[in-house]
């Protein structure tokens, strides 16, 4: 565990010296801002419902700046070569870049709450459900992160591994409104299944279910267990 | 300390290293030398177990790299051909990341960087970025991370490659005596710096292990060279004549040595490789005129180099 916490720490030191990260953050929370002060002052709704939805498409474009660097920067930088004769672990070495990853997903998660602010001085919100859309839009959050530390390790071309990312993210978020088109049972329960939308909508309507919560933890298991495979593969 | 056996490496249908066997003993610095592309870099990575052999077997401190690597990883130290440094960290914070890695107890932490820092002399850029620092910096840092934990096998690809001279001999001097109690293999092109610092020198070229020995050994296991240079006072046809009538003497160039007017020729003497030759021909010199100096030429390291490489490119065009 000590070569997990060795490997989170470089990671945000890491990530608070890099001015992407700082980039990456101020684009995700004026994209917020601007989205709540459309949904929630133009329409006179003290709901966050719209917010979080927009929140999740946003995040299919930021996770992947995040999720980008995790070993595509490491192949590039050559820095691979030192972290694979350390004595870590594949599944160490990916799950401390992971928790770095998720680390500043909260932190930019943390940073949209000022917006809660107006809202439960002029208003009377749904606590319940704001925490419900909070924790949905971590879990995907942490999930986009987990497929994006995947592609990342696949390639040495930090872009190549955001725009795949992004591809991929894009699929999940979108593949629910195929549902309509399918004539097959199976397909039609898969298409929703898969769906990352569907699955955060029952979180914005204030439904935790373990189905939902599953979903995404599965996603990030997979896509954990596929990083350190391949990491263990390259060797 | 480490044991290769029959180790060879494929990517594809490439054979990138043939069938390579050799053991490297406890406290000894042995010096990996080969041209570029010679199979260097990957011999070292598959020690370090960045990479596996596809087929034979690698063992470091007792462990097979390709089943146990990880336990392995805490007896090596591995600075690759180019340091594996983070830019965004300053290099306190780099060592620091790399100690706690390595599992180096939290308590001891602190002195083993002090211990590494005044090794490679990185007091001046202690709290500097990587980004920042020069290439002797950047490499520097480099071996101070592999030195962390003293560990019992250090892997150094072209150590001192991008330094300035002095930094050249402290960097030596780090290797010296690091490998005077641990295990040391270093690759290098640099012919001298084997000579300088390794007890036994293995000479790779195309992915093949040539020999490994001594540089003594592999002095005395090539031939002598067949060069042998005298200086006299002679008349020149008469000197020549004198020469080509001694037995194994082949050819002969004859020049008056610069700087002097007096006469004094420098003779330059291509003989065949038996011994006693250099004194046949210092008698049949001695006998009519006055004899300044004579030498038999020893293989240098770059001789014996040469002769495995050429000697391999004569075997494959056969």
Same mark, same amino acid.
């Given at each position: 565990m000590s070569g997990v916490l060795a490997l989170y720490e470089k990671e945000i030191r890491h990530y608070f010296r890099s001015p992407i990260a700082y980039y990456v953050v101020a684009v995700f929370l004026i994209g917020t801002g601007y989205f709540y002060t459309y949904n929630v002052?133009?329409?006179? %709704?003290?709901?966050?419902d719209a917010t979080f939805q927009n929140m999740g498409i946003l995040l299919t474009v930021v996770a992947p700046a995040i999720s980008m660097r995790l070993f595509a920067g490491e192949w590039s930088g050559r820095t691979m070569e030192l972290l694979a004769t350390l004595p870590l672990r594949p599944w160490e070495v990916v799950f401390g870049k992971f928790l770095g990853a998720v680390t500043m997903l909260l932190l930019m998660t943390a940073g949209t709450m000022i917006n809660l602010i107006p809202m439960y001085l002029f208003a009377e919100p749904e606590t319940t459900t704001i925490i419900s859309g909070y924790i949905g839009f971590i879990l995907m959050g942490m999930a986009c992160l987990a497929l994006g530390q995947f592609f990342s390790?696949? %390639?040495?071309?930090q872009i190549v591994a955001a725009l795949i990312t992004v591809a991929v993210l894009l699929a999940f978020w979108f593949v629910g409104n195929l549902q309509n088109f399918q004539t097959s049972y199976l397909l039609w329960n898969l298409t929703g299944y898969l769906s990352f939308s569907a699955h955060f909508a029952e979180f914005i309507q204030g439904l935790v279910s373990s189905k939902g919560v599953m979903f995404y933890l599965v996603i990030c298991g997979i896509a954990l267990t596929l990083n350190a495979g391949y990491l263990q593969w390259r060797r | 300390m480490i044991v290769l056996d029959s180790v060879s490496k494929r990517y594809g249908a490439k054979t @990138? @290293?043939?069938d390579v066997s050799f053991t490297v003993n406890k406290d000894e610095i042995v010096g990996f030398l080969g041209p570029n592309g010679a199979g260097k870099t990957t011999t070292l990575r598959m020690i370090a177990g960045f990479t596996t052999a596809t087929s034979g077997t690698v063992e470091v401190a007792g462990y097979d790299?390709?089943?146990e690597n990880y336990e392995a990883a805490r007896h090596i130290g591995y600075l690759p051909e180019i340091p594996p440094l983070y !830019? $965004? #960290? !300053?290099v306190s914070s780099y060592l620091r990341f790399v100690a706690k890695a390595k599992g180096i107890p939290r308590n001891e932490i602190d002195g083993e960087l002090e211990r590494v820092t005044a090794a490679c002399r990185l007091e001046a850029v202690?709290?500097?970025?990587?980004?920042? #620092?020069s290439k002797g910096y950047r490499q520097r840092t480099g071996l101070a991370q592999a030195l962390l934990g003293k560990p019992d096998v250090l892997l150094l690809d072209e150590? $001192? @490659?991008? #330094?300035?001279p002095g930094q050249i001999l402290e960097t030596r001097e780090v290797i010296r005596s690091f490998g005077s109690s641990h295990t040391v293999l270093l690759s290098t092109h640099i012919l001298p710096e084997v000579t300088l610092i390794c007890q036994r020198v293995a000479i790779i070229n195309n992915g093949r292990l040539l020999a490994i020995d001594t540089p003594r050994g592999l002095q005395d296991a090539? =031939?002598? $060279?067949?060069i042998v240079s005298l200086q006299t006072k002679a008349p020149e046809a008469p000197l020549r004549e004198e020469l080509l009538s001694? =037995?194994?003497? =082949?050819a002969l160039d004859i020049a008056p040595v610069r700087? $002097? =007017? !007096?006469g004094l020729l420098a003779v330059t003497c291509t003989v065949d490789?038996? !011994?006693g030759v250099e004194s046949a021909i210092a008698r049949a010199v001695a006998k009519r005129w006055d004899l300044y100096r004579l030498e038999r030429q020893e293989p240098t390291l770059e001789n014996i180099f040469l002769h495995y490489v050429q000697g391999q490119k004569v075997q494959a065009a056969a």
């Amino acid at each position: 565990m000590s070569g997990v916490l060795a490997l989170y720490e470089k990671e945000i030191r890491h990530y608070f010296r890099s001015p992407i990260a700082y980039y990456v953050v101020a684009v995700f929370l004026i994209g917020t801002g601007y989205f709540y002060t459309y949904n929630v002052f133009l329409s006179n %709704t003290a709901t966050m419902d719209a917010t979080f939805q927009n929140m999740g498409i946003l995040l299919t474009v930021v996770a992947p700046a995040i999720s980008m660097r995790l070993f595509a920067g490491e192949w590039s930088g050559r820095t691979m070569e030192l972290l694979a004769t350390l004595p870590l672990r594949p599944w160490e070495v990916v799950f401390g870049k992971f928790l770095g990853a998720v680390t500043m997903l909260l932190l930019m998660t943390a940073g949209t709450m000022i917006n809660l602010i107006p809202m439960y001085l002029f208003a009377e919100p749904e606590t319940t459900t704001i925490i419900s859309g909070y924790i949905g839009f971590i879990l995907m959050g942490m999930a986009c992160l987990a497929l994006g530390q995947f592609f990342s390790v696949l %390639t040495q071309n930090q872009i190549v591994a955001a725009l795949i990312t992004v591809a991929v993210l894009l699929a999940f978020w979108f593949v629910g409104n195929l549902q309509n088109f399918q004539t097959s049972y199976l397909l039609w329960n898969l298409t929703g299944y898969l769906s990352f939308s569907a699955h955060f909508a029952e979180f914005i309507q204030g439904l935790v279910s373990s189905k939902g919560v599953m979903f995404y933890l599965v996603i990030c298991g997979i896509a954990l267990t596929l990083n350190a495979g391949y990491l263990q593969w390259r060797r | 300390m480490i044991v290769l056996d029959s180790v060879s490496k494929r990517y594809g249908a490439k054979t @990138i @290293i043939h069938d390579v066997s050799f053991t490297v003993n406890k406290d000894e610095i042995v010096g990996f030398l080969g041209p570029n592309g010679a199979g260097k870099t990957t011999t070292l990575r598959m020690i370090a177990g960045f990479t596996t052999a596809t087929s034979g077997t690698v063992e470091v401190a007792g462990y097979d790299m390709a089943t146990e690597n990880y336990e392995a990883a805490r007896h090596i130290g591995y600075l690759p051909e180019i340091p594996p440094l983070y !830019d $965004t #960290l !300053d290099v306190s914070s780099y060592l620091r990341f790399v100690a706690k890695a390595k599992g180096i107890p939290r308590n001891e932490i602190d002195g083993e960087l002090e211990r590494v820092t005044a090794a490679c002399r990185l007091e001046a850029v202690y709290r500097r970025e990587v980004f920042k #620092l020069s290439k002797g910096y950047r490499q520097r840092t480099g071996l101070a991370q592999a030195l962390l934990g003293k560990p019992d096998v250090l892997l150094l690809d072209e150590p $001192t @490659i991008g #330094l300035d001279p002095g930094q050249i001999l402290e960097t030596r001097e780090v290797i010296r005596s690091f490998g005077s109690s641990h295990t040391v293999l270093l690759s290098t092109h640099i012919l001298p710096e084997v000579t300088l610092i390794c007890q036994r020198v293995a000479i790779i070229n195309n992915g093949r292990l040539l020999a490994i020995d001594t540089p003594r050994g592999l002095q005395d296991a090539v =031939e002598k $060279t067949n060069i042998v240079s005298l200086q006299t006072k002679a008349p020149e046809a008469p000197l020549r004549e004198e020469l080509l009538s001694v =037995e194994g003497v =082949e050819a002969l160039d004859i020049a008056p040595v610069r700087g $002097t =007017e !007096d006469g004094l020729l420098a003779v330059t003497c291509t003989v065949d490789p038996r !011994d006693g030759v250099e004194s046949a021909i210092a008698r049949a010199v001695a006998k009519r005129w006055d004899l300044y100096r004579l030498e038999r030429q020893e293989p240098t390291l770059e001789n014996i180099f040469l002769h495995y490489v050429q000697g391999q490119k004569v075997q494959a065009a056969a």
